[in-house]
């Protein structure tokens, strides 16, 4: 074989290899549509204004309210709300829904509580941030501390993976809030 025809067989070969260049990082843009808040018109003992994007289902048992879900088609998420009535009961009540929160310990990398208090509407609760990948992102509870106790708490339809479901739970979250504080005693 001559030089110049070995030469060019061996560019040839090499020429073809793809040269990898790093990627930059990117972060996901998620843009949810700014929230618009409706009354609900339901028959239970409280009221409260819900997201326009949450779809609202009720659950009774025995023509009771048992439950109320907030659906987040879009987001892929559910707030799961239950109704209790209070009868010399509330401490039972309260220490349930902080075991709730305490079962997400093993997993969770932060549990954060936000106390919530409003005389004039008769509210009192708490708020439970849990950070991690944890099952629920989010839990509350509120009463009037002598007949309304309803707890509620955040699912994702989803394997948690807390970085990528980060925008969606704080979206939720400010809806959590707003429920509370939008929440009315009959």
């Known amino acids: 074989m001559k030089p110049c025809a ?3 067989c061996v560019f040839i070969c090499f020429s073809c290899e793809e040269i990898h260049v790093p990627k ?3 972060f996901l843009s998620l843009d949810y549509p700014k929230a618009t808040y409706l009354k609900s018109e339901l028959e239970v003992p409280f009221e409260f204004e819900k997201n326009k994007l949450a779809q609202l289902n009720v659950s ?3 023509n009771m309210l048992e439950g109320i879900i907030l659906r987040y088609p879009t987001l892929k998420a559910s707030v799961f709300i239950n109704y209790k009535k209070v009868d ?3 401490e039972k009540y309260i220490s349930d829904a902080r075991e709730m929160t305490k079962k997400h310990l093993q997993v969770a ?3 954060s509580e936000r106390m919530y208090e409003n005389k004039q509407q008769n509210l009192y609760g708490m708020f439970y941030d ?4 944890v099952a629920s992102q989010s839990q509350f509870y509120v009463t009037d501390n002598t007949r309304h106790f309803i707890s509620g708490a955040l699912y994702f339809e989803t394997k948690p993976n807390y970085d990528s479901i980060l925008p969606a739970i704080n979206y939720i979250q400010k809806d959590l809030m707003h429920f ?4 009315r005693w009959k």
């Open 130 to 133: 849990l950070k991690g990948n």
């Open 24 to 26: 930059p990082k990117a």
């Open 180 to 183: 509370i504080e939008s929440l």
């Open 109 to 111: 990398d932060e549990i």
């Open 6 to 8: 070995f030469i060019l």
């Open 88 to 90: 010399n009961n509330l």
């Open 60 to 62: 009774k048992k025995n």
